[in-house]
């Protein structure tokens, strides 16, 4: 058992890994951040101090969320953010999204060297008649290591630019947005619709422009035939794009979980 003091309480708890942090501290730090974020997403011009004071949350702890990607800022925002790389803007994190996968081609790169390096050619030493692999030169990489920059740069090359695109939005902004675009699709399909059934029964519409009361009851139908399908229209959306905004979330925090591990194995070989 590895008894350790929380660094927030100070109370003893056996620690695992990760942050130095017990359970309850780690509870009331969701409840934090789940607060700070709402307040961002009802108040995206509010200044970091002002973020703080509200919510009585350290600006420090408000920019290790960032810096996590887990807080997003709008391109209104007092806060402004710029990649530690190249200096862009950004909404989130600390690199944009073009120094990211520079980054991990980097990575990549890395990775493909040593494997390189290993792959000699065989001598044979001609007195004994016994063989030895020629390694001379050749870079040696820890197997986790390898793993993780593996495991980093298929996420880049396979989800990476359209997870960024993603990133670029709060989950109700991306959810909204697309559920205003299924609703615009809903209404064409309606619109084309209604007009191939004015093609198809064109002598039975034009007699019923001069019934009043079969006019409405035709308009009564066609507008709750309308408004069910953009119900269902609006509620497929939300479904689909809550999740993948939501398995975005989890996959950028899984990658970013792997860049400090990869980091920290860095640190111990110096």
């Known amino acids: 058992m590895n008894l350790r003091n929380c660094s927030r309480c100070g109370k003893m708890f056996n620690y695992i890994g990760g942050q130095p942090i017990c359970d309850s501290c780690k509870k009331a730090m969701e409840d934090d951040f789940q607060k700070v974020k709402a307040y961002i997403e009802e108040n995206p011009t509010a200044s970091l101090k002002q973020i703080s004071e509200d919510n009585e949350v350290t600006t420090k702890q408000i920019q290790q969320w960032i810096r996590e990607e887990r807080l997003m800022f709008s391109k209104n925002s007092p806060i402004q953010l710029t990649c530690e790389k190249c200096g862009e803007l950004i909404t989130t994190g600390r690199f944009c999204a073009k120094c990211k996968s520079s980054m991990a081609n980097t990575l990549n790169d890395t990775f493909q060297k040593p494997r390189q390096a290993l792959q000699q050619p065989v ?73 191939t059934y004015v093609l198809c029964n064109f002598e039975e519409v034009l007699s019923n422009l001069y019934n009043t009361d079969n006019l409405l009851a035709i308009g009564r139908r066609f507008l709750t035939y309308y408004l069910l399908l953009v119900g269902v229209y609006s509620l497929v959306a939300y479904v689909i794009y809550s999740y993948r905004y939501t398995k975005m979330r989890k996959s950028m925090k899984a990658y970013y979980g792997d860049l400090k591990k990869l980091a920290r194995l860095y640190e111990k070989e110096q």
């Open 123 to 195: 001598k044979k030493e001609p007195k004994a008649g016994m063989r030895f692999l020629d390694t001379k030169g050749a870079v040696m990489l820890n197997e986790e290591k390898v793993i993780l920059m593996t495991k980093m740069a298929a996420f880049i090359d396979r989800e990476g630019k359209k997870n960024d695109a993603i990133n670029t939005y709060f989950k109700s902004d991306y959810v909204g947005f697309n559920i205003i675009k299924s609703v615009i699709s809903a209404t064409i399909v309606f619109g084309i619709f209604v007009a």
